[in-house]
């Protein structure tokens, strides 16, 4: 089978990218490896903006990045409308800052833009596209978007809640666009999948002025581990503010740093080994069989620990790191040391948008399946399916055998005629 892979999460552990179509690996990927090469400009442009951006929307354009979309204009891969829009967007941010976040929204449609023309020109037997902004904005905005009704509404300001009313949905029109072309034919007769797992669940929130994270991943680690102890080198790999993911050269020092993150505490705030952020979460079933996720809370309100660490195997340590408005002494005990946060490599980073999250994930999520051509069949009733039931449906319409590691059934029509 011919496949073509877009932005797929973690594709960039993929090592033979010339055995796809096209291969095009996800926006942390540790390497700049893309298929077919004259894309490799632009991904060293896209990596570059994702990296200044890992928690707020950085304003700046990195280094050769409006050559590398002219030269992709000039060559067919990106609209004249889409160069208007981002033209329109970076005259709207000088006179509005908050417009900023709608810069996750021009990256969606540069890659969509791409992606239909590698669709056009490759023509893959199957080949799938993946973006994140819709659920950032989601995540960030959902109680400025569904006011009516909404937990948040005496707990955010009134302002705030006009001012970012029309995010969520300004996000869900970059993707329209995307599913317009798709859906008129432009890449020839297709099955289109549109798959998200999870929802969305408003989460009781405030507004929040700025945070207390790690800005010195590597003076943090060596604050932690203190001068008694010498590490190895380590690499810090790509991630989203306020999250970090270490891998060392040995097993030793991964141990070390685990057990002195055991000792941090700030304030009142303790470090919590756990690979789960949340402070509890279940998953309840309603009477109609939808099932959701239901998030627990600290007495404070707040559904995260602030401080978490966790090993995922003998050399990974991850980190997450978030105490929204701190307003403590800028010290740290470290077992019986005192740390100084700037010896700390911690600071404070602003929260831009005003918010850190105002929803969470939930299990229930969505899946339509569109053919161009042809009918799809649609009954009275939407149907419960498990998204363990994807992969086998997919493998099941190439007529492909199940690896019996899969557990899912192939329930999924994806070729209604």
């Not at 011919?2 to 932005?7: A, E, M, N, T």
Request: proline letters at 4%.
């Amino acid at each position: 089978m011919s496949v073509g892979v877009y932005g797929s999460l973690f594709s960039s552990c993929e090592t033979d990218l010339s055995r796809y179509a096209f291969f095009v690996p996800d926006v942390f990927s540790p390497h700049d490896s893309v298929n077919p090469p004259e894309l490799q400009g632009f991904q060293n442009f896209n990596l570059a903006m994702t990296r200044a951006s890992g928690r707020n929307a950085d304003e700046a354009v990195a280094s050769g990045g409006g050559r590398e979309v002219l030269k992709l204009a000039l060559g067919g891969r990106i609209q004249p409308g889409t160069l208007g829009r981002i033209g329109a967007q970076l005259i709207s941010e000088k006179f509005n800052s908050r417009r900023l976040s709608r810069r996750r929204n021009t990256q969606t449609e540069l890659h969509a833009d791409i992606f239909v023309s590698l669709l056009k020109q490759k023509k893959p037997d199957f080949s799938c596209f993946y973006t994140n902004n819709v659920a950032a904005a989601m995540h960030r905005f959902w109680s400025a978007a569904m006011p009516d009704g909404s937990i948040n509404a005496g707990r955010l300001q009134g302002e705030w809640l006009d001012q970012y009313s029309d995010e969520v949905f300004e996000a869900l029109y970059s993707v329209e666009r995307l599913l317009r072309r798709l859906v008129s034919g432009e890449a020839g007769d297709c099955v289109i999948v549109l798959a998200s797992a999870l929802g969305q669940e408003e989460i009781p929130a405030e507004n929040h002025k700025d945070f207390l994270t790690i800005t010195n991943i590597r003076r943090f680690i060596e604050g932690v581990v203190g001068d008694a102890c010498e590490l190895g080198p380590f690499e810090s790999l790509p991630t989203m503010v306020p999250d970090y993911s270490l891998r060392f050269s040995s097993k030793k020092d991964a141990s070390l740093v685990r057990d002195r993150l055991g000792s941090l505490k700030i304030n009142d705030y303790r470090a919590v080994e756990t690979l789960e952020r949340m402070h509890s979460k279940e998953i309840l079933t309603q009477e109609g069989g939808l099932s959701y996720m239901r998030h627990g809370y600290d007495e404070s309100g707040h559904f995260k620990h602030p401080i978490t660490f966790s090993l995922s195997d003998d050399e990974n340590v991850h980190i997450s790191f978030q105490i929204d408005d701190y307003e403590g002494a800028d010290v740290a005990a470290v077992g019986n040391r005192e740390v100084s946060f700037d010896d700390l490599g911690l600071g404070r980073v602003s929260h831009d948008e005003g918010v850190n999250c105002t929803a969470q994930h939930s299990a229930n999520g969505s899946l339509i399946v569109h053919r161009v051509s042809g009918k799809s069949a649609v009954g009275a009733d939407i149907p419960v399916i498990s998204a363990l039931d994807f992969v086998p449906s997919v493998l099941d319409h190439f007529g492909l055998a199940k690896p019996s590691y899969l557990t899912g059934k192939p329930t999924i029509a994806l070729a209604r005629v």
